[in-house]
């Protein structure tokens, strides 16, 4: 499945780019999890207020999402990257 994490970053985010790259530096160590499939990152290429900026999809099988969410890369994405979101939206499929 595919579980996709939509992003919009908050007004401290000045250089959206920067933190971008950290979050895939980030998320790039996750692919040494036996679980974590594979990972692709899109930017948003419209800047406007009502776009959100970057989505994160991670291919992982459905059974193994309660691993993923306990796992540390996902626990310092929430810690590192949490206060500069302004909101998100967690969508999976298949």
């Given at each position: 499945m595919k579980h996709?994490?939509?992003?919009?970053?908050?007004?401290?985010?000045?250089?959206?780019?920067?933190v971008e790259n950290d979050a895939?530096?980030?998320?790039d160590d996750a692919l040494s999890l036996p679980e974590i499939e594979d990972i692709h990152f899109i930017n948003?290429?419209?800047d406007?207020?009502?776009r959100y900026d970057?989505?994160?999809?991670i291919e992982i099988k459905k059974e193994?999402?309660?691993?993923?969410?306990?796992?540390d890369v996902h626990k310092k994405w929430k810690a590192l990257f949490g206060d500069f979101i302004e909101s998100k939206a967690i969508f999976d499929f298949e």
């Open positions: 996709c994490i939509l992003v919009k970053w908050n007004e401290t985010v000045i250089d959206k780019t920067a895939k530096k980030l998320f948003n290429c419209v406007k207020e009502n970057f989505l994160i999809i193994d999402l309660p691993i993923w969410n306990e796992c």
